[in-house]
């Protein structure tokens, strides 16, 4: 497989592995577990927990995929594929697998449908540009 190709495996795979496997680790996503906490100049007390660490990263994910999604060519329709296939399993785990029914999954979900509807929005809107088809 060509390196070029790997950039066409959707991001929310790769953290749907990584949210599975920290779950076998034993991570607890319902519970507050703090990872550190900082004095904020206001007196308020910031902590950082694994679940928010969790979405800080979907959210830069969601980011480089709404990037990649701007791209043009047919890998881009494949890829785009495989987003709505990596939803549907995501949806169905949020369902039917207890260590993936928490809020901070079904948000993962969530992006990971918004990437889906990002990706074909932008293909078909890049595929009107390129043609110079005028709606209306």
């Known amino acids: 497989m060509k ?7 959707p991001l929310f795979l ?3 592995i990584v949210y599975y496997i920290m779950t076998l680790s034993g991570v607890d996503f319902n519970a507050a577990d703090k990872l ?7 007196g308020a007390e910031w902590a950082l927990t694994s679940s928010n660490l969790f979405i800080l990263f979907c959210v830069i994910v969601l980011f480089v ?3 990649k999604a701007t791209r043009s060519g047919s890998a881009t329709i494949f890829e785009n594929g495989l987003s709505i296939i990596v939803f549907i399993v995501c949806l169905m785990l949020f369902m039917l697998y207890e260590p993936m029914g928490t809020s ?3 948000i993962m979900t969530l992006m990971s449908l918004l990437d889906s509807i990002a990706g074909f929005t932008i293909t078909v809107i890049a595929a009107r540009r390129d043609f110079n088809v005028n709606p209306g």
């Open 104 to 106: 901070v999954f079904l």
């Open 36 to 42: 550190f906490e900082i004095s904020l100049p206001s």
């Open 65 to 67: 995929e709404i990037i």
């Open 14 to 16: 790769v953290m749907l």
């Open 3 to 9: 390196l070029s190709m790997i950039s066409y495996i």
